[in-house]
Nanobody, 121 residues
Framework: QVHVVESGGGLVQAGGSLRLSCAAS????????MDWYRQAPGKQRELVAR???????NYLDAVKGRFTVSRDTAKSTVYLQMNSLKPEDTGVYYC???????????????WGQGTQVTVSS
């Protein structure tokens, strides 16, 4: 059993900052990629930041230079630092963690519950 819990969303004025956290727990053998997605009202979910295992982070063009993804492997946690927020950053943010369990040699994707980020103009 794996639990993925997000925290850190909220309401902020344009130009402000928020830091999202996403922690996985359970019988985890290895964590591969740790990603952040977002979904704005009436729009499809989109990949915001990708944090591969041992690789270079990748970002959606619209957030480059403003968002920073990082991970703490020891804590099975991924973070998303969001600076210079804009109203168009508003949406529900989800983390997705690809991992391998001790009981299963295959990799699986687990999603967080989502956290609301609202940026007012």
């Amino acid at each position: 059993q794996v639990h993925v819990v997000e925290s850190g969303g909220g309401l902020v004025q344009a130009g402000g900052s928020l830091r999202l956290s996403c922690a996985a727990s359970g019988s985890i053998r290895r964590i591969n990629g740790m990603d952040w997605y977002r979904q704005a009202p009436g729009k499809q979910r989109e990949l915001v930041a990708r944090m591969p295992s041992g690789g270079t982070p990748n970002y959606l063009d619209a957030v480059k230079g403003r968002f920073t993804v990082s991970r703490d492997t020891a804590k099975s946690t991924v973070y998303l630092q969001m600076n210079s927020l804009k109203p168009e950053d508003t949406g529900v943010y989800y983390c997705n963690i690809n991992l391998i369990l001790w009981s299963d040699s295959r990799s699986h994707d687990y999603w967080g519950q989502g956290t609301q980020v609202t940026v007012s103009s």
